[in-house]
């Protein structure tokens, strides 16, 4: 029952040498091969790599050599992050056979640190969507209740955690990615300042809002990965270069004197009763252990969800426009001449939602309509940015759900866009300011499905959003919560 | 309101054929996206800053040295039609 550990557990009886890498990863392909079939969280297993590489190691440790801060442990990555010579499909038909020549810097970075890589994660098809039902290989199921969606787009990387398929897995946020999954399926997620971890590798969505984040079973292992992936690369122009502190210093049991604000919108219609009820509960929690709180009033945070998808999909659009079918992926079998290879290449190769986002993106950038939809986002953008500034002013964190439900039927949403989008309504500003926030588990509904809290930080504050979650974790009741009957 | 004319125009500048099905539903599905959208016209910005990054961007510069590129096999293991040295390509000029 190793798999059921935490990593940083896991990691200290590696340490220890009381049990074997190669144990561990032994009992979490057991387990993959145990769950898989029903929650179906991976696109590649690299089940051969993994056994072999926790056998290097335990050779390394048996002589005494450095193997990193993982010591071998395994965890998975979303598969929108380049893996060199192992496949990255983005969930698309159009990279169905794409094997990168290099590895992103987070991927370089886990591997300085002896990760062993279990596998690829599903995912919503180019990170769009809310449930990773826009996956074209496979949907995946919420390990909570198997007919249920596990949120988006790392779906895959959340329900792995949860079902314990990975000690950790890695995703991408940009309007909610890593942290409406984290709620929906009971873990921790966390989404960085944007600049904070590099971008280098990561198959570009929306690059002025994509960032790269963990998802683990606790904060303690939220700060562990942290520590491994954050840091200026000069490979990417939008990573900071900003010193990255010692985040599991930060894992401190003390939120007294801490000011917490609520904003009202984020508590009124369209978020559930049992959902809000559970975040007063916390919030509750936290004043009994000296922090305040207090409600305040965020208007603008009412156009941050049309503000998002223009500028998303816009970026989108433009990000989307390399794939044509020349130099790698999926190319058209009957073609006539150049421009007919591009247009069926990418009318075959995507699918509905991206070609949708890839319409609304062209459509707000074109002569015309540029000023009307895009310029005026990027202005919206700014009152946005400045709101969360001044809030900033007063408090040192704000607390939100994380979403607005909990997860709901596979199906339900498919065939309402607009729908579907409400489900980031709660994490889409975090991305349009670039702030850092956390989505950890507050407890479970009527259904038994978890509910997730959001705790939304200065730039470059994640040292008190970790403080916060942690304190929060430990007095709580709700570390490594887990699904009953998987 | 966004016609079917636009659908198509914009399918075009997108580089995407669209099927009859999906032009119908783009069109219902884009002009309710973008009816959401309007709602941002509620908003005087006149005269604030767009931003499009967050973060203070530079340049960023290395030095001028010469590194051996990827192996070209390795790059020409992606392409969908590729000879031993080259990626083909349709005929562009008749």
């Known amino acids: ?486 | 309101m966004i016609t079917r004319n636009d659908v198509e125009y914009v399918a075009n500048l997108a580089r995407l054929t669209l099927t009859e099905e999906e032009i119908e539903r783009m069109t219902k599905e884009l002009g309710a996206i973008i009816e959401f959208a309007n709602k941002l016209s509620d908003l005087d910005t006149e005269g604030i800053e767009p931003t499009a990054h967050v973060l203070n961007l530079y340049n960023v510069f290395r030095s001028d040295e010469v590194k051996p590129s990827y192996p070209r096999e390795k790059i020409l293991q992606n392409a969908p039609s590729h000879d031993d040295v080259c990626i083909k390509v349709p005929k562009i000029v008749e």
């Open chain 1, 1 to 486: 029952m190793l798999y059921k550990l935490t990593a940083h557990e896991a990691i200290e009886l590696i340490k220890r040498k009381e049990v074997k890498c190669q144990e561990v990863v032994e009992s979490v392909l057991e387990r993959i091969k145990q769950v898989e079939d029903k929650v179906k969280s991976y696109i590649t297993i690299t089940e051969e790599q993994a056994l072999e590489n926790a056998k290097k190691i335990d050779e390394k440790i048996a002589k005494g050599e450095d193997v990193g801060a993982l010591y071998g442990l395994p965890i998975a990555l979303k598969d929108n992050l380049c893996t060199d010579g192992i496949r990255t499909t983005c969930a698309s038909k159009i990279l169905y056979n794409f094997v990168p020549p290099y590895d992103a810097t987070v991927v370089k970075k886990l591997k300085e640190n002896h990760m062993t890589l279990l596998g690829k994660l599903n995912m919503d098809e180019f990170a769009m969507g809310s449930s990773t039902e826009n996956s074209a290989f496979h949907t995946t199921k919420n390990p909570w209740d198997l007919e249920r969606v596990p949120g988006g787009s790392s779906g895959g990387s959340a329900a792995a955690v949860a079902a314990d398929e990975a000690f950790f897995t890695l995703g991408s946020d940009t309007g909610g990615s890593i942290r409406q999954p984290a709620s929906l399926c009971g873990v921790v997620g966390m989404k960085p300042t944007y600049g904070r971890v590099s971008r280098f590798g990561l198959v570009a969505f929306a690059s002025s809002l994509d960032q790269i984040g963990p998802l683990t079973k606790d904060v303690e292992d939220c700060a562990l990965a942290m520590n491994i992936i954050c840091g200026h690369d000069p490979y990417d122009a939008t990573s900071a270069p900003i010193e990255v502190p010692d985040f599991t210093k930060a894992l401190i049991n003390d939120v007294k004197g801490l000011k917490i604000g609520v904003p009202r919108e984020y508590m009124e219609k369209g978020v559930n009763d049992e959902v809000k009820k559970a975040i007063e509960k916390a919030l509750e929690l936290l004043k009994s252990l000296g922090a305040q709180y207090e409600e305040f009033s965020i208007p603008i945070v009412e156009y941050a969800l049309p503000t998002y998808y223009i500028i998303a999909s816009s970026e989108a659009s433009s990000n989307l426009a390399r794939y044509d079918g020349i130099k790698y992926g999926y190319r058209t079998q009957n073609y006539d001449d150049l421009i007919d290879l591009y247009k069926k290449t990418r009318s075959e190769g995507f699918g509905a939602e991206v070609k949708r986002r890839i319409m609304l993106g062209t459509y707000a950038l074109s002569a015309g309509y540029y000023d009307a939809y895009y310029k005026k986002g990027l202005q919206v953008r700014t009152l946005i940015k400045r709101a969360f500034d001044e809030a900033f002013q007063k408090y040192d964190v704000i607390i939100t759900p994380t979403s607005p439900t909990t997860a709901f039927k596979i199906g339900e949403k498919v065939s309402n866009p607009l729908e579907m989008y409400m489900s980031d309504i709660c994490t889409v500003p975090v991305n349009i300011a670039g702030l850092p926030a956390i989505s950890i588990p507050c407890g479970v509904d009527s259904n038994n499905l978890p509910i997730g809290l959001q705790i939304i930080g200065k730039a470059f504050d994640e040292e008190t959003i970790i403080r916060v979650a942690y304190t929060f974790e430990q007095n709580s009741g709700y570390r490594n919560l887990k699904p009953q009957n998987l």
